[in-house]
């Protein structure tokens, strides 16, 4: 192990695979206009000073660059995009809490779940009709617009 005393216990492994993760993902430059390439310059220092601060608990995240799209009913939605940091960082946590957290979702969930997909759903779903002479239907869209 290599906390070094620190009251967190975040391995370096962690954040180099969660490093690897947010570059397989690509995805565009955050507020401090730093690319995945240019992460990787000083790789070794930008992973450490993520760990160092992550598991000592003065991890503080950026500011998230607002990103304008074009929403398909009209209008604008905006979208923050997180540094690289940030997203190494995210991708620690998330490696951390998910399998605690995914034990507590109900079996009929499957909304950003590991090995779970919209397809499963969609399947479970088929085999339910013809399992069940009932229908509850819901409209999701716009839904998320009208809530406070």
Do not use: H
């Not at 216990?9 to 993760?21: F, M, W």
């Not at 997203?87 to 950003?112: C, N, T």
């Amino acid at each position: 192990m290599d906390t070094q005393g620190k009251p967190f216990n975040i391995s370096k492994q962690k954040v180099y695979e969660a490093y690897l993760q947010v570059r397989s993902n690509g995805g565009a430059a955050g507020e401090d206009g730093v690319t995945i390439e240019q992460f990787e310059a000083d790789l070794k220092r930008n992973l450490y000073k993520i760990w160092n601060r992550m598991s000592s608990g003065t991890y503080f995240p950026p500011p998230v660059r607002a990103v304008s799209i074009p929403k398909k009913s009209g209008g604008q939605r905006i979208l923050g995009v997180p540094t690289v940091a940030d997203r190494v960082a995210q991708s620690v946590v998330k490696q951390m809490i998910e399998p605690d957290l995914d034990a507590v979702f109900l079996a009929d969930s499957y909304g950003y779940r590991p090995e779970k997909s919209a397809l499963d759903a969609i399947g479970v779903t088929r085999k339910r009709c013809w399992k069940y002479d009932w229908v509850l239907e819901f409209d999701i869209k716009g839904l998320l617009d009208r809530l406070s």
